[in-house]
Nanobody, 116 residues
Framework: QVQLVESGGGLVQPGGSLRLSCAAS????????MNWYRQAPGKERELVAT????????IHADSVKGRFNISRDNARNTVYLQMNSLKPEDTAVYYC?????????WGKGTLVTVSS
């Protein structure tokens, strides 16, 4: 079955960096776009970044543009989110998502806390 497992979250000081990973299994990873979302306490889940299957075209939310970078390694069935210059407002649970056969599949998320 489809599985998405995020890792790499943790506590980091403002201005710091983290790299999140999402390991995928149960489907042909290279054939699908992948997405990172986040949900901060008391807020709705929002799209952070997307990477296409073909060509690796990336789209980033305005709030993270220039600081975050999504990438993928199709040989490892893994999508990454490199997060630099982190701010307290980046604190959230980060989820990866794949849309397959008209249905959304989500991981369980990894918590990122940006605090001094």
């Amino acid at each position: 079955q489809v599985q998405l497992v995020e890792s790499g979250g943790g506590l980091v000081q403002p201005g710091g960096s983290l790299r999140l990973s999402c390991a995928a299994s149960g489907f042909t990873f290279s054939s699908y776009a992948m997405n990172w979302y986040r949900q901060a306490p008391g807020k709705e889940r929002e799209l952070v970044a997307t990477i296409t299957s073909v060509g690796g075209i990336t789209i980033h939310a305005d709030s993270v543009k220039g600081r975050f970078n999504i990438s993928r390694d199709n040989a490892r069935n893994t999508v990454y989110l490199q997060m630099n210059s982190l701010k307290p407002e980046d604190t959230a649970v980060y989820y990866c998502k794949a849309r397959l056969y008209g249905r959304d599949y989500w991981g369980k998320g990894t918590l990122v806390t940006v605090s001094s």
